[in-house]
């Protein structure tokens, strides 16, 4: 007879998903014993032992061995494994982590995020009344998808994240889209960073002598040479992305636009960058300084709010803007006066 299992008896949560599955070996009659665990959990021997003592005295189960099959099996039939009970919060969390994580398309670490949220599906009780059918009626999101096909994309990736571990430089012919130019170069590769859908590389380019951002969808033939490199000790991959507004290299400069009442209660509910100060003012309308790099992209972002928006500073950015802006009006102007 099975004794009753003990309450507040429970292993760590980290261990929960491999007791799960000694334990549907074990259900399933497939015999398993310290070896063919300590393959499957990729433990030592020893460790898959303690893993049979945890699980016969969380389940308070007889597991005895079979000298003949060579491995375990529960005695008088298997107990239910109790759920993992997760609160309505967590098991939303879960939902959306893996609606989120579907940026992970495309690189090696969607096969290793797939992994963890079938372990944690695998633990999920039914108990949980979140109805996760109706929350993709109700809970959508618009992520950019990858630029680039997806399979290159992978390869690139992976290749180069092996070089940067193994801090080799890449030999590699690259398209630059704002000189429409291809040409070839070496890079030591510091970091990957994906942004609005692109993943980008990171690191010195020997051709150019500075640390600059290559998109991996321009890149074109490459390959990993036998030379070596080594980080420089004070470069930080998060520091040299700070200085953008988004993706952009440039000049840190102090950036200064006044927004229109109408678009300053859009601007004040995000924070748009780390340095950003907001300031109100007595008409409603709102002035953001920020000290950002990248004046082109910051541009285009003032552009898309019309003339809600105006560049107070630098004068090149409100120079930039507009003339951008006197083009946008020739154009329209000319489109109406051609023929209906």
Not at 37 to 54: D, F, Q, V
Not at 133 to 140: F, G, K, S
Request: with cysteine.
């Amino acid at each position: 007879m099975q004794q009753a299992r003990q309450p507040g008896i429970q292993p760590d949560r980290h261990v929960t998903w491999r007791l799960l599955r000694v334990h549907r070996l074990i259900k399933e009659k497939r015999y398993p014993n310290t070896r063919t665990l300590s393959e499957e959990l990729e433990c030592s021997r020893r460790t898959a032992e303690r893993y049979i003592e945890k699980l016969r005295d969380w389940l308070a189960a007889e597991i005895a061995y079979d000298p003949v099959k060579r491995g375990y099996y529960y005695v008088g039939g298997a107990p239910e494994f109790p759920p993992l009970r997760l609160t309505e919060g967590e098991a939303v969390a879960i939902f959306l982590a893996e609606k989120l994580l579907r940026q992970c398309r495309g690189t090696p670490y969607e096969r290793e995020v797939c992994g963890a949220l079938l372990k944690l599906t695998a633990l999920l009780p039914d108990e949980v009344t979140v109805d996760a059918r109706d929350m993709v009626d109700w809970i959508t999101f618009d992520v950019e998808p990858l630029r680039g096909d997806e399979a290159r994309i992978a390869r690139v990736f992976a290749d180069l994240d092996r070089a940067r571990a193994e801090r080799r430089t890449v030999w590699m012919e690259y398209y630059t889209a704002s000189r429409d130019a291809h040409t070839q170069r070496e890079i030591d590769p510091y970091g990957l960073h994906l942004y609005d859908g692109v993943w980008y590389v990171i690191g010195h380019c020997h051709l150019r002598g500075q640390v600059l951002i290559f998109a991996l969808d321009r890149i074109g033939e490459y390959r990993i040479t036998d030379k070596t490199f080594t980080v420089p000790g004070d470069f930080s991959l998060r520091e040299y992305l700070s200085c953008s507004f988004r993706i952009e290299r440039g000049e840190p400069r102090e950036v200064v636009i006044r927004f229109a009442p109408e678009q300053a209660r859009y601007i004040r509910g995000k924070r748009w960058h780390p340095t950003q100060e907001l300031k109100e003012q007595d008409d409603g309308s709102l002035i953001l300084r920020m000290r950002v790099g990248g004046l082109g992209e910051v541009k285009r972002w003032v552009l898309q709010y019309g003339a809600g928006a105006e560049v107070l500073a630098p004068p090149d950015l409100r120079q930039m803007v507009a003339d951008e802006a006197t083009r946008l009006a020739a154009r329209y102007r000319d489109a109406a006066s051609g023929p209906p």
